[in-house]
Every structure is written in C-alpha cells, then in structure tokens.
C-alpha cells in the first residue's frame, strides 16, 4: 500500500510565503514524475508544477519566478515553495506521483490534499 501525504498548508497574507511537503509511503520501488496540482472553489483541478526523477521542472505560467519545486529522492519527499502568494493562489493543493509498486507495475497516486489560503 502507497500513501502521499501533504503539509505545509495554511493561512497567509499576499505576498508571503509557505512551503509544502509531500511525503510518499509504503512499497515504493522507484517513483518517476512527481507533482502538485490545485484546485479552487469552482474551477478545475489544473498542474500547477512537475519534477522529474532526473530533477528537470516544468510551472505553469501563473506561477513561474514564484514557486519552485523540488524532491528529495533519498527521502522519497517532495517540496513546493511559494513566495509572493497572491489571492488568487488560493485553492486545495494535492501532491500526485507515479510509483512503481512491484516488479510489473506502476501505478498513479494522489495526497489527501492541503488548504492554501492568501488573504488580500
């Protein structure tokens, strides 16, 4: 059984900062891309960031010089630090990967999710 786990979230002014933590778990053989996705009250879930288990990253455009995202192999953990938040990166932030679980199978994962809320 695989887990990810996210912290990290929480109330913040605009234009501060908050990092999160997505921790997987459990029968984990090699995990490939890792990201976070957001989703806000009434929109769509969409990709805000991805890193590659070669440590290549790709951003949306709303976010990029903003956030930075990151993984720690060894720990089988991945980061995502936001700074100069604005309001409109308000939303429930899911950590997702690709985990291999066994010698013949690689599966897709999601966290429970975290509350990112900026105030203005």
């Known amino acids: 059984q695989v887990q990810l786990a996210e912290s990290g979230g929480g109330l913040v002014q605009a234009g501060g900062s908050l990092r999160l933590s997505c921790a997987a778990s459990?029968?984990?053989?090699?995990?490939?891309?890792m990201d976070w996705y957001r989703q806000a009250p009434g929109k769509q879930r969409e990709l805000v960031a991805t890193?590659?288990?070669?440590?290549?990253?790709k951003y949306v455009d709303s976010v990029k010089g903003r956030f930075t995202i990151s993984r720690d192999n060894a720990k089988n953990t991945m980061f995502l630090q936001m700074s100069s938040l604005k309001p409109g990166d308000t939303a429930v932030y899911y950590c997702?990967?690709?985990?291999?679980?066994?010698?013949?199978?690689?599966?897709?994962?999601w966290g429970q999710g975290t509350q990112v809320t900026v105030s203005s």
């Open positions: 997702h990967a690709n985990i291999q679980n066994n010698w013949h199978n690689w599966a897709s994962y």
């Open positions: 459990g029968n984990i053989l090699s995990i490939d891309n």
């Open positions: 890193v590659y288990s070669g440590g290549g990253t």
